[in-house]
Every structure is written in C-alpha cells, then in structure tokens.
C-alpha cells in the first residue's frame, strides 16, 4: 500500500494532502482545494507532497504518476511537471524522485533545481544482503514482484523503498548519490513497508498481511542493530505491543517513534528498547511531519483529523487533537476523466407542485463530460413514486422511455449510450393521482453491459446485466401533489 496521505511543514505554512484534495493551513486556518476528474482510488502510486524550504515551490500528485507545481503557498493555478515520476520529494533547494518501468522496477532516481526542468540520474549503489528474520520464502530464492519506489524523509535523510524487490536505499542529506542500500527478501502483496534513514543506518517497519509487525534496525553493511520485538525472545507482551502497525517517525539521533492500532511507542535507538508508551487510537497508516522543534503533526490516511504531538526529551509524550476552520478554495487541478461523466448543464432542485387535474414537467439537459458509454440509466425515487401519488412518465431526447417498478419506491428505464461530449435532454412529466409531499430523486447513470455467467450456465448464452461504470448526475427536490 503506498501513502494515500501525505503532511508538510514549512514555516508557517502545513500541507496536507490527500488524492482528491489539498488543505493549505496558515496559522489557525486552512484552505481546501478539490482535485477534479477520475482520481485512483486507491492510488496507483504514491500521493506526492513536495516544497523547497521557505514554501516558495508546492508539487502535488494524485497518485497516478502527474505531478502539479502549485506555486508559492499553493494558491497559484497548477502547472504539469514536465517529467512524469513515481514519487518526489525534496531535500533542501533540490528535488528528488523516483521513475519505474512498466512492471514497476526502479529505473532511476533523479534529482533536480527547483524549477524541475533538468534531470539529473544519480548512481544506484549495489545493495549488500540483509537478514530480517521474518522471511517470506522459506528457504528458497525469493520471488521479486516490483510494486514501484517510494520515498521518504527523516532527519538523517531520503529512503527509497521496493517492497515488492525487497531493496531499501539510503540517500543522505545533499549528497550525490545513495550511500548505501540494503537487499533483504521481497514483501508480499499483502504487506506493507516503510523506512527512515538513522545516523546508524535506517530504520525499517514491516507489517505483515496488514497485522503482524517488526520494527527493525540495521546498519548499511547488513547488521541488524535491533529489533521489535526482539528476534532471540518469545516475550508475548512484545508481541502484543507490535500488532497492527501504523507508521514509524524517527524524531532524532538517539529517539523513534512507532505508531501501532491502540498506542504510540517512543523507541530507543540504536537497540530500539521501549521508552515510553502513549494510548491512542490508529486504524490505519499515519503520515507525520515535523512542526518545529520536538513538535510533529500526525494524520491518519482514513480522516481528516490532525493532532500535534509533542516529545520533549525527559518529558512525557503528549498528543492533542488540532480543531482548525477549513474554508473552501479554487479547484486543485483537473486531472481528466477515465470514465463516463454525467453533469447536468440544465436543471432544477426548486421545489416542485403538481395540482390535480394538470401535469407538471421537470426538465434537464445532461452532458458526458467524460468516455463513452454503452448505456443509459435514467432512475426517478421517492416514497409518491411507490405509494402511486403520482403517475410517472419520461421522455429521453424526445423520444418517450419505458419505465419500469424496481423496489416498490423506483421506476427505472434503459437507454442507448451517451458520446463523450454529447447532450441529451431529459422531460419528466407528473399527472397527479392523490395528495401528498416528499422528496424525490432523479437521477441519470451511465453504464456498461457486463456478463453475469455462470460455471453451470457454460451451455448457455451468457445473460447481462447493466452496471455502473462512472460518475452518475442527481438531483432531489420537493415534490407536492395537490
């Protein structure tokens, strides 16, 4: 799983960052900005977060390989970096970032001026072999599955992490190239890696199957350094304490976070004996960043939320959670549509009366903003279509549409696809049978013909039913009936 969620900290300025939107605080208040289109759910990459010292430069992705300069504070219009990456960060006035194959192998990572125009491939060290203890393979030679290289950043400088190739790389602050690298066996799909580089090496989280999880230690020539829990033990209180990782943070030369499902854990360093523990709550993973000093802002990638936590040396650790007005601001970016889209162009969400004996027509025009699609799903809801309040008729590009009952509380019809770009418009037509009031729904999706099949249906024509395969239109409003 790469981060979906991704936090920085530059003077004044914190970023936070997610892939359908980017909130931009500054001092006690934050702006909001919406990333448009078919944004990956999840991402097929990491989320990227990037700004030079000073926020004079904001570069944000969506998880699909586009990275966006945003400008000063990230309030200016974006603008696509000229070079497609995998992931980016920054280390100082330069620009790092990772570039994979198509089976996500590593091919280079690069380094770059802020102005992101001329890259620079830097020479990958070979990886010495590293044993972690919690080996996927059994014995024999591992199975490399590249899922990509991400970065991240510590106090002591980048990592650069293949999970799926079981190599971890350690560039340190301003340097020319990585200074070392570490092969160990490959993680599986189900598992999850992160790494940041210590003064003594780097420090390596693994959670296995998304619940099983070890820190661990090691030294740029392979040596295991420490690990939680301790390999040599079969201490089950420290088994209990690991169980569900949540992140890690190294804060300094000497202290590491670890964040797991019910705690936060201050760790020694280099051994990575347990100082301190924090109750708190972590369902998934956190980013971190470091807000000033012995102060690190913390987000889960499930919410929203933010929370300060402070870690004085010879003090207790403490946590708050930060309560910050967000107001909405100019849209992010438009990353473009994959899908079919469905908008309205023309419509209305006024209420809507329909005295008896006359009829009352509402009518839209929708447009397909994104692909094709095979077919149309016009749906009209609400608790007058099911009580027989009112008689329900449709018309679709001028031609009428046969509606059918669908859950006592739906009519539904079908109709031919929708171009891309294309318009079409809509008349729905109320004849009153009774009274009443409440509130009804239009909606408009587009669809695909997809195969429902069976193993012992193998003798038979496949049936086919429609599916939802993009962004549907909708519109409520109140409807009486007089």
Not at 50 to 77: I, M
């Amino acid at each position: 799983m790469y981060p979906r969620r991704r936090l920085l900290a530059r003077g004044p300025w914190l970023f936070d960052f997610r892939p359908h939107r980017l909130i931009v605080f500054h001092g006690a208040e934050g702006v909001r900005r919406e990333v448009s289109g078919d944004v990956p759910n999840p991402p097929s990459a990491p989320v990227v977060l990037a700004a030079l010292d000073e926020a004079k430069g904001v570069w944000v992705g969506s998880g699909d390989r586009h990275v966006f300069s945003a400008g000063t504070g990230a309030s200016a219009p974006v603008q696509a970096l000229l070079r497609e990456c995998f992931d980016l960060i920054t280390d100082g006035d330069r620009l790092v970032g990772t570039v994979v194959d198509g089976a996500l192998k590593l091919t280079a990572l690069f380094t770059t001026n802020g102005s992101g125009q001329r890259w620079e491939p830097m020479v990958l060290p070979k990886p010495v072999t590293a044993t972690h203890g919690y080996g996927y393979s059994e014995g024999r030679p591992p199975r490399q599955s590249p899922d990509g290289a991400f970065l991240d950043t510590s106090p002591f400088g980048i990592t650069v992490v293949e999970k799926g190739r079981g190599r971890v790389y350690v560039l340190r602050s301003g340097a020319a190239q990585p200074e070392g690298a570490l092969q160990m066996e490959p993680g599986g799909e189900q598992d999850i890696w992160r790494a940041l580089a210590t003064p003594h090496g780097v420090l390596l989280l693994l959670v296995i199957n998304y619940r099983q999880t070890a820190l661990l230690h090691f030294a740029l020539d392979g040596t295991l350094l420490g690990s939680l829990p301790e390999q040599d033990g079969d201490d089950d209180e420290d088994e209990e304490l690991t169980w569900g990782g949540a992140g890690v943070c190294v804060l300094d030369a000497d202290r590491a976070l670890l964040f797991v499902q019910d705690k936060v854990l201050l760790v020694s360093l280099p051994r990575l004996q347990v100082l301190e523990t924090l109750a708190g709550e972590w369902p998934s993973f956190v980013s971190v960043t470091p807000e000033g000093a012995d102060r690190w802002w913390v987000g889960a990638e499930d919410s929203d939320a933010l929370f300060l936590l402070t870690a004085e040396p010879g003090h207790p650790l403490h946590l708050h959670a930060s309560h910050r007005p967000v107001s909405p601001g100019a849209p992010l970016m438009h990353v473009g549509y994959k899908t079919p889209t469905i908008h309205w162009t023309e419509h209305t969400s006024a209420p809507l009366t329909v005295a008896a004996p006359v009829t009352e027509t509402w009518r839209a025009v929708v447009r397909n903003d994104g692909t094709t699609c095979e077919a149309v799903r016009i749906r009209v809801s609400g608790v007058l279509v099911g009580a027989r309040v009112v008689d329900v008729s449709v018309r679709y590009r001028g031609q009428p549409l046969p509606m059918a009952e669908e859950h006592r509380v739906n009519l539904v019809g079908n109709t031919a696809g929708l171009e891309g770009g294309a318009t079409a418009e809509l008349e729905v037509t109320f004849k009153p049978r009774s009274e009443g009031s409440g509130p009804l729904t239009i909606t408009v999706e587009p669809c695909s013909w997809q195969s429902q099949g069976k193993e012992w249906q193998w003798d038979k024509e496949e049936p086919r039913a429609l599916a939802v395969t993009g962004h549907p239109a909708s519109a409520q409003f109140l409807l009486t009936v007089e």
